[in-house]
Structure formats: C-alpha cells, structure tokens
C-alpha cells in the first residue's frame, strides 16, 4: 500500500482546472447512466450503460492516481476529497464542483456534513 499525498490547499487550487475538467466527465456520465436505467428493462446488461461505466471506473481511477477521490454517488454535487493535514491531524480537503477554489475540509469520520473552513494559517 503506498504512502497518501498529502495536499496543501495552494496544491490542491492548483489542480483544479484538471480536477474539474474529470468530475464535469463523471457527472455527465453518472447522470446519463442513472437516465438511461430508468428507461431499460436490464441496465446491467446494456451495453452502452456498460461502455458508461467503465468510463466511469476509468475517471476515478484518473482522479485517484492524482491523489484524489470522488465522493458524490448521486452524481449531483462532484464531491472530491484531498488528503491533508492541519494541526498535524490527518484531514480531507473538500472541493464541490460549483466552487472556485478549496476552501473547506473536514475530519475522517464527519464527512461533507462536517465541513469546515480551512483556518487562515494554512492557505
């Protein structure tokens, strides 16, 4: 198992425009496959819904060897965290897609509800 990056917010900012341009394609994606489910008998076994899907597997992978994780499952927010450190406890930096830069994070366990804004010190 390798080591975890650790991101500084100023990193994490400068990522962004990548970042972005990855969720924009999972949540067109997520969202045409949960679309396209509704209307078909078997989703499971179309093949389009498949070739979706492993777009899919491909973008979260793009994301996690940059470091990152993706973590909205409804396709609505594209959530992604950032490991990091603040006050030498273990964190996640907290980006939605709707938001110009990093500015929040939040502990391991508390997730997005839990987010919190980045203290001064640290951007």
């Known amino acids: ?16 425009p990548l970042v972005h341009h990855i969720v924009t394609d999972i949540l067109k994606n997520g969202q045409t496959i949960r679309t396209l489910s509704t209307k078909i008998e078997k989703p499971e076994e179309d093949p389009e819904i498949n070739r979706l899907m492993d777009q899919l597997d ?12 993706y973590r909205d499952w409804n396709f609505s927010e594209g959530l992604v965290d950032f ?14 897609s709707d938001e110009k830069k990093v500015s929040f ?15 001064k010190e640290f951007l």
């Open 1 to 16: 198992m390798t080591k975890p990056r650790y991101f500084t917010p100023a990193e994490a900012n400068k990522m962004l």
């Open 58 to 69: 491909e973008l979260f992978e793009e994301l996690e060897s940059l470091g990152c994780s």
């Open 83 to 96: 490991p990091s450190k603040i006050y030498g406890q273990e964190v996640l930096l907290c980006w939605r």
């Open 105 to 119: 994070y939040h502990d391991m366990e508390s997730g997005y509800a839990g987010r919190l804004p980045i203290p």
